[in-house]
C-alpha cells in the first residue's frame, strides 16, 4: 500500500512538473523565465536563456554604383557613387560620396567632386515592425554651381511592416535643415511609401511614390516613382538596379542606378 502511494504521489509530481514546464526554443530554460525565448536550439544559452557572450566584430558593407539622369532636354547627369556602412548590432554608421559629370548639347564635360554624407542609425526589430530612426549630415565638398555649396543636417525615421515572409510595406520620411549660403536654401521634408516582394531568398523587388519639397521659395516640389530590385550571389555579393520616373515639372524624366557592393560578417 505503502508502494503505491509513494507511485502515485511520484506520477502526479511528474504530472505537474511537465505540464507546468515548457520549454519552446528547445534550450534548456523554462520559457517563465527564458529572456531571449526565440534562441536557436544549437546556441549555448546562459542561466537566462541568452546567447553566452561570443566576439562579435560587426558587420561591413561597401558598394559603387553608376547614376544617370536624362530626359528629352540636351543635358544628361552621370553620378559615380561610394558607400560604406558599417553595422554593429542594431547601430550602424555610414559614409557616402558621389562625383557628378554634366554633358551639354557640345558634349562639354564639367566635373566637380560630390558631398559627403555621414549618417548613423539605430534599428528598433520585432517580429512585425521594423523601425530605423537615423541622424546625419552634408559635409559640402562641391562648389555651388553642382551642390548647395553648405553644410546641411538631416533626420529620417524608415518603418517597415513584415506582412507575411515575402510582402513588406513600408514608409520613409525625412527632414532636411539647410545651412548658411550665398542663396536662401529653405528647409525640406521628404517623404516615400511603397511595397515589397521577395521574390524568392536572394532577389528582392519595390515599388515606390517618393517624394520632396523644394529648397528654393518658389520652387517645384519633387515627385517620383521608383521601382528597386536587389540580387545577392556568391553568399557576400550583391547587385541593385533603381529605376526613377520623375512626376514633376522640373525632374529628369527618367534615372537608372545600377549598384555593386559587398558584405563582410
Known amino acids: 500500500m505503502k508502494l503505491s502511494r509513494l507511485i502515485c504521489t511520484f506520477l502526479l509530481l511528474f504530472t505537474t512538473y511537465a505540464v507546468a514546464y515548457e520549454d519552446s526554443d528547445i534550450d534548456g530554460v523554462d520559457d517563465s523565465i527564458d529572456l531571449c525565448p526565440d534562441t536557436s536550439f544549437d546556441k549555448l544559452v546562459d542561466e537566462n536563456g541568452c546567447p ?15 547614376e544617370i539622369s536624362f530626359d528629352s532636354l540636351n543635358e544628361r547627369v552621370n553620378n559615380y557613387t561610394l558607400f560604406g556602412s558599417y553595422r ?23 566635373t566637380s567632386r560630390g558631398d ?5 542609425g539605430y534599428l528598433f526589430d520585432n517580429s512585425e515592425f521594423q523601425t530605423k530612426l537615423s541622424f546625419g549630415a552634408k559635409v559640402a565638398l562641391a562648389d555651388s554651381d553642382v ?24 514608409g520613409h520620411l525625412s527632414y532636411s535643415l539647410n545651412g548658411d549660403a550665398e542663396i536662401d536654401y529653405q528647409n525640406s521634408l521628404g517623404y516615400s511609401f511603397g511595397t515589397g516582394y521577395l521574390v524568392n531568398s536572394n532577389w528582392y523587388s519595390s515599388l515606390s ?48 542606378s545600377i549598384n555593386l557592393g559587398v558584405t563582410f560578417d
Open 88 to 110: 554593429y548590432k542594431n547601430w550602424n554608421l555610414s559614409l557616402s560620396n558621389a562625383q557628378q559629370t554634366t554633358y551639354d548639347i557640345n558634349n562639354d564635360a564639367s
Open 147 to 170: 551642390g548647395t555649396g553648405e553644410n546641411d543636417y538631416f533626420s529620417s525615421l524608415n518603418i517597415t511592416y513584415f506582412l507575411n515572409n515575402s510582402q513588406t510595406f513600408f
Open 209 to 256: 511614390y517618393d517624394y520632396s519639397s523644394s529648397i528654393y521659395s518658389d520652387g517645384e516640389s519633387y515627385q517620383a516613382l521608383s521601382l528597386f530590385n536587389s540580387y545577392s550571389f556568391l553568399e557576400n555579393y550583391f547587385t541593385s538596379m533603381n529605376y526613377t520616373y520623375g512626376l514633376d515639372e522640373v525632374s529628369y524624366n527618367h534615372t537608372i
Open 116 to 120: 559627403l554624407y555621414i549618417t548613423t
Open 52 to 66: 553566452e557572450e561570443e566576439d562579435y566584430w560587426g558587420g561591413l558593407t561597401l558598394q559603387f554604383g553608376n
